[in-house]
């Protein structure tokens, strides 16, 4: 599947900012480069909290935005 910005949501103001994204994708899809397309909202440093799916079993990963570059953003899972 793709990126989808309707599932993306900022927590509270917290800058560099802290993100919940919940897909139904694999971790390993949404840990490819260019997964986060067409959104200037993520910046270098945020932290994305990833409710994703592996067989069908929901999983939770942390992400770091270590590249924005207009809607060009690269993220990282942490290990």
Same mark, same amino acid.
């Given at each position: 599947? &793709? ?9 509270? *103001?917290?800058?560099? *900012?802290?993100? +919940?994204?919940?897909?139904?994708? &694999? ?16 910046? /270098? ?5 990833? +409710? *994703?799916?592996?067989?069908?079993? /929901? !999983?939770?990963? !942390? ?6 570059? *207009? ?9």
């Amino acid at each position: 599947m &793709a990126f989808d910005a309707s599932n993306l949501y900022k927590v509270g *103001g917290a800058n560099p *900012g802290l993100w +919940i994204y919940h897909s139904t994708d &694999a971790v390993g899809d949404i840990d490819a480069d260019g997964y986060f397309t067409n959104t200037t909202e993520l910046k /270098q440093y945020d932290v994305i909290f990833v +409710i *994703g799916s592996t067989g069908g079993t /929901q !999983t939770i990963d !942390t992400f770091a935005v270590y590249s924005a570059t *207009g809607s060009t953003v690269q993220v990282r899972v942490l290990a």
